[in-house]
C-alpha cells in the first residue's frame, strides 16, 4: 500500500523528470521523425530544406535533453538506436496528436484556408479529377485549388516534404513513419492499342517476344531515366509521357500500346476507335493499381482541405474503384 511519504517521492521524481525534458521542443522531434523517415541526416535536410549542420545540431540537442542516443552513426550510414526504434513511435503520435489539435481549433475558429494543395498520381482518369475539382469549387468557391500531378514516389515526396496537404496517389513509398495513408479505391487498368495497329489484329494472348517490335507508351518520372518510374513495363521500345490523358492520345494516334484506366477508354472501345489486347504476362485477372489518400501526420488540414480529403472518399471513379465501405487496409 502506498504511503503519503511514497506518493511525495513519487512527485518529486515527476517533478525531476519534467524538468529534464524542459528543453524539449516539438521541432525537435519533427527532426527526430524526419531523420527516421529519410534514412540518415543528410535526406532528411533535403527534404525539410535545412543545412545538415542544423539537423544533426537539433538530433544532438534533442539525445542531450532525453539523455539516450537515438542514432548508431557508422561510418555513412545511421540508424536507430535500441531507443530510438523505442521512442520513435511515442514521438509519431506526439506530431500526429499536434496535427489533430491544430486541425480542431482551425475548425472552432472557422479559419478556412485561402488555398489547398493537392498532388494526384498522373494515373488518375482527368473526368474523375474534374469532378472533384467540380465539388470542391462548389462548397468552396473562395478557396483556390492548387493541383500538382507527378508519378509515383514523387507524389509521395511532396508531402513527405510539405509541400501540398494531401494526395492521391499508388502504393509505391506510403509507409513512411510520417505520413498517414488511407485506401481510396482502385482503378482497373486495361491494355489497350489503336484500332489501326497491327497488334490489334492479333487474337492473342500476347508473349514477349509479340511486344519485341511494338512500342509502349508509359506514363514515367519526368526528367529521370529511372525504370521504377514505370508500371508494368514489357516492350523494350518506350515512349514516357507525363500523364494518362497524353497517353491515351498517343496511343489514339497509333504510336503503340499501354495499359489505362478503364473509365477513360470504355467509350474508345465502344466505339471501335481502341482495341483491348490480351497480354499473357498480365494473366486473365484484371490489372488494379490501389490508390490512396495520403497526408503527413504532423500537419494539420484546414476546414477546405478536410472536406476535400473526406470528399475523396465519398467520389471513386465509374467503373473501376470501390468505396471506403467495402475496402480493406493497404
Not at 543528410?42 to 532525453?66: C, D, K, M, P
Request: with cysteine; hydrophobic share 45%.
Amino acid at each position: 500500500m502506498q504511503t503519503p511519504r511514497d506518493s511525495l517521492a513519487a512527485i518529486d521524481a515527476f517533478d525531476e523528470t519534467a524538468t529534464v525534458l524542459d528543453g524539449l521542443t516539438l521541432d525537435q522531434i519533427r527532426l527526430f521523425v524526419a531523420v527516421a523517415d529519410a534514412g540518415g541526416f543528410s535526406a532528411a535536410a533535403r527534404e525539410l530544406g535545412r543545412a545538415q549542420s542544423a539537423v544533426s545540431y537539433g538530433i544532438s540537442n534533442l539525445e542531450e535533453v532525453l539523455g539516450v542516443s537515438l542514432f548508431e552513426r557508422t561510418g555513412r550510414r545511421t540508424r536507430l538506436s535500441t531507443a530510438g526504434r523505442t521512442l520513435l513511435p511515442h514521438a509519431q503520435q506526439v506530431l500526429a496528436q499536434v496535427g489533430r489539435m491544430r486541425s480542431a481549433a482551425a475548425s472552432l475558429a472557422g479559419a478556412v484556408e485561402r488555398e489547398v494543395r493537392l498532388a494526384v498520381d498522373a494515373i488518375c482518369p482527368t473526368e474523375w479529377l474534374a469532378a472533384v475539382g467540380k465539388a470542391f469549387e462548389d462548397a468552396y468557391p473562395h478557396v483556390s485549388l492548387h493541383v500538382r500531378s507527378d508519378v509515383l514516389g514523387g507524389v509521395v515526396d511532396l508531402v513527405a516534404r510539405g509541400q501540398v496537404d494531401l494526395a492521391v496517389c499508388g502504393p509505391e513509398g506510403i509507409t513512411r513513419p510520417v505520413l498517414d495513408a488511407r485506401f481510396l479505391f482502385e482503378l482497373e487498368m486495361v491494355p489497350v492499342v489503336a484500332a489501326t495497329h497491327p497488334l490489334a489484329r492479333r487474337p492473342g494472348p500476347l508473349d514477349q517476344p509479340d511486344l519485341v517490335g511494338a512500342r509502349q507508351i508509359v506514363i514515367g518520372r519526368r526528367g529521370k531515366d529511372d525504370p521504377d518510374g514505370d508500371r508494368a513495363v514489357l516492350s523494350p521500345t518506350t515512349w514516357r509521357v507525363a500523364d494518362a490523358a497524353t497517353k491515351r492520345e498517343l496511343i489514339l494516334a497509333g504510336l503503340g500500346w499501354g495499359n489505362l484506366p478503364r473509365v477513360m477508354v470504355e467509350g474508345d472501345l465502344a466505339a471501335g476507335r481502341l482495341a483491348r489486347l490480351r497480354i499473357a504476362a498480365f494473366g486473365d485477372a484484371p490489372l488494379r493499381v490501389r490508390l490512396h489518400r495520403l497526408t503527413r501526420r504532423d500537419q494539420a488540414l484546414g476546414p477546405a482541405a478536410q472536406w476535400l480529403a473526406e470528399h475523396l472518399h465519398a467520389c471513386p471513379p465509374d467503373g473501376g474503384g470501390r468505396t471506403r465501405a467495402d475496402a480493406k487496409a493497404p
